[in-house]
């Protein structure tokens, strides 16, 4: 998984990567973080950097298996008590790895985090129904046409060189992976994993955000309650029109996590 640690000080910071990414996408706030921590990023087994994408473009993806694969990585590492930050995918990932290890973890930073992304009755998660077929629809059938799009939009139009990074790394996976990965992405639903949630864990969002709108923060927030010794979560905005604040905010960014860490 292509795990590499930057940085001798302070706790250790997991680093775990989204959709599309890797372990470069935190390029421009690792060398910061490293700085007051220990810092750990690695390659999901699906990410386009990854050794094995032959053997994933065959594999059946779920939060529950990739949770499996993160804790296995951590033990490979001899992490205990380690802070957890997930992006987007990545979050949920690891508050499910948290209740299979409670040991490895001693926080949780869920970066753009979603229990489920498709609206229901009483649920808002961002997209229609008809939109997640659409967009797995596309995949299918151009995945190299339909990349660039979804980086743009996910990323901010008005960021172009960030949108670079993103969509370089998205490319690069092969596009039967890119759609088994999205539809398990899409099509999940692991809200019922919240409540019983006991480390404690800090909410990161953007204040917009085309993947997870604000109302799946502040719904986290509320079913979060429990963690922490029923202290609930912690909640902090990051001023950017985007998935991804490492990439473009990542001076905020480091300036968040150094405070909730600094703080914790």
Not at 60 to 82: C, K, N, T
Not at 89 to 115: E, K, N, Q, T
Request: hydrophobic share 45%; net charge negative.
């Amino acid at each position: 998984m292509n795990a590499t640690v930057f940085g001798n000080v302070g706790e250790t910071l997991v680093l775990a990567h989204g959709y599309g990414g890797s372990r470069f996408i935190w390029d421009d706030v690792v060398p910061s973080l490293a700085e007051k921590f220990r810092v750990v990023v690695f390659d999901w087994s699906f990410s386009g950097a990854a050794d094995d994408g032959a053997r994933c473009s065959e594999r059946r993806f779920s939060y529950h298996d990739l949770a499996d694969e993160l804790v296995a990585l951590m033990d490979e590492l001899e992490l205990r008590g380690a802070v957890f930050l997930g992006h987007s995918m990545a979050g949920m990932i690891g508050c499910i790895a948290s209740l299979a290890r409670p040991d490895l973890f001693s926080h949780l930073l869920l970066v753009g985090a979603s229990p489920r992304y498709i609206n229901d009755d009483c649920y808002e998660g961002g997209f229609g129904r008809g939109e997640v077929d659409a967009m797995l629809g596309a995949i299918e059938t151009n995945f190299t046409e339909w990349a660039p799009v979804f980086a743009e939009t996910v990323v901010g139009v008005d960021q172009p060189a960030a949108v670079a990074k993103f969509a370089k790394q998205l490319a690069m996976m092969r596009p039967a992976t890119a759609l088994r990965v999205m539809r398990a992405v899409l099509t999940c639903d692991v809200r019922d994993v919240l409540p019983d949630v006991k480390a404690p864990c800090t909410i990161v969002h953007c204040t917009k955000d085309a993947v997870a709108p604000l109302a799946v923060a502040r719904y986290m927030q509320h079913r979060l309650a429990g963690c922490a010794d029923g202290g609930g979560a912690a909640s902090v905005l990051i001023d950017s029109s985007s998935h991804f604040p490492q990439l473009t905010a990542p001076k905020e960014f480091v300036r968040v996590i150094q405070a909730i860490l600094l703080d914790h």
